[in-house]
């Protein structure tokens, strides 16, 4: 017998915007809950639930305070310090990060506003939920 490892949900979920897209452009459109059905049933799996269920969770990235980090932070790069690192549920952590170089948040070139320190929650991506109004997280962490 053949094991299989599922692939990550945002994968899956991926797959069933493909699907509909895919289906939309030849004609038969479907719904993205449809599309994610369909999904389900190419993985053997009754619906979307059970599917989803069975996806294993990664484990969560451990955090420590004083460890080094670098990432992009409202579109510019950065790098600093961890200065605080909460669990918040089973995937996210809230962490306190200080800049080793203060980052402008504005793009107005009539004034400045530099920020050396950040709190923020990602998930086991490293990635915000939080988006800017261009649909980027606030924060992407380089998690190698």
Known sequence: MTQTTLPPRDVLKGHARNLRQTL?????PISHSTALEHVAH???FRDWNTLSDAV?????????????????????DFTGTVRAARRRGPNHVELGIDFDTPVDVVASPRFSALRQRVTFT????????EKTSDGQPHVVLDLT
Do not use: C, E, N
């Open 42 to 44: 190419q993985w053997g």
């Open 24 to 28: 939309g452009r030849a004609g038969t």
């Open 56 to 76: 294993p969770v990664a484990a969560p990235r451990a955090w420590t305070l004083g460890q080094r980090v670098s990432g992009r932070y409202l579109g510019h």
């Open 122 to 129: 990602i998930g086991a991506t490293g990635r915000t939920v």
